[in-house]
């Protein structure tokens, strides 16, 4: 769609796959077991969700493809890390000079990474001419917390690795199974919500401006409250545990609520057209589109027989 955007993702995944990369290397001084592991079960689980997300009608028809996709995983897996890397150390300690020790890390966390997730949701979504539907922007978020995902899973299981007194690939295993299992696809799923605002906010036709930006907040900050409060350090184990399920409540039937309503919107959107490239004469139309329309007279005869 624009030029801008499609240079400014440019520009940030050419320092983002960099940091990615970087990321995981480090983790080789912890455990390198536990980086081949990472890799493994990080390559196998994106391609499995990218093929529940392809199977899905909210997939792109066209005009995006394994671009798209790749874009998606830079920026969750590299943009935000870094992103999130440089702003959340000082957001963690203005909380501590603050005295609210029990949210840094919900400050160090959905402060940095839902807005640089988001982010990369707007960029995305304006670089890529086959994206302008509502739901294109949930998708895309989802592939976007994937990537973040991802990567924090590889490196929570590098560094949980040496931990475990048999051997670091059962550390590692135990890690990925534990991640799992408390709070499956949490970054995909809050990204993919932030996403669905923004598409909306984006691509929602006859809508007011002040329309636009607050359904775009509302829906940013709905995953912001949530990742704060799973992040947040609570003083007793069972409201730990508690906060922990009626957060995962309220994400998951939101969630599917969403992506069902998606879903249906997808299916009944008759209105999708793509051309490989911008039409600037009715000579770039294709030759079945430049048929001439039947004479009136034609149109009268044919009634007339049926």
């Not at 969700?49 to 998606?72: D, E, F, K, N, Q």
């Not at 943009?79 to 999130?84: D, P, Q, T, V, Y």
């Not at 640089?116 to 998708?139: Q, S």
């Not at 995962?248 to 009944?268: G, N, T």
Request: glycine share 12%; charged share 10%.
């Amino acid at each position: 769609m624009s030029q801008l955007f499609r240079w400014t993702l440019i520009v940030l995944a050419i320092v983002g796959v960099p940091t990615a990369a970087l990321s995981l290397l480090l983790g080789v001084f912890s455990s390198g077991v536990g980086l081949v592991i990472g890799l493994v079960l990080g390559a196998v689980y994106t391609a499995v969700i990218v093929l529940v997300l392809r199977a899905m009608p909210i997939w792109p028809v066209g005009g995006a493809g394994a671009a798209w996709v790749l874009s998606c995983l830079i920026w969750g897996s590299g943009i935000a890390i870094l992103a999130a890397y440089i702003t959340g150390l000082p957001v963690i300690e203005l909380a501590q000079l603050a005295g609210w020790e029990r949210a840094i890390y919900s400050f160090g966390g959905a402060y940095p990474e839902e807005i640089g997730k988001a982010l990369g949701v707007v960029v995305i979504l304006m670089t890529f001419r086959g994206l302008n539907r509502p739901w294109h922007g949930l998708v895309t978020g989802a592939l976007i917390g994937l990537g973040f995902e991802v990567n924090e899973n590889i490196g929570y299981g590098m560094v949980s690795a040496p931990l475990d007194p048999s051997a670091d690939w059962i550390g590692a295993l135990l890690t990925w199974g534990l991640r799992m299992v408390a709070g499956p696809f949490i970054h995909i799923l809050w990204t993919a919500l932030a996403g669905w605002g923004i598409g909306l906010a984006l691509f929602s036709a006859g809508k007011s401006a002040a329309w636009r930006a607050r359904t775009a907040g509302v829906w940013l900050l709905i995953p912001f409250v949530l990742h704060f409060m799973w992040n947040y350090t609570w003083d007793s184990t069972a409201v730990l545990v508690t906060a922990w399920a009626i957060n995962a409540l309220i994400l998951y039937a939101l969630s599917v609520w969403i992506f069902i309503k998606a879903i249906r919107m997808a299916r009944s959107d008759a209105s999708y057209s793509f051309t490989p490239r911008p039409l600037t004469s009715v000579r770039d139309l294709p030759p079945e589109a430049m048929a001439p329309a039947p004479a009136p007279q034609q149109v009268e005869g044919q009634r007339g027989s049926s």
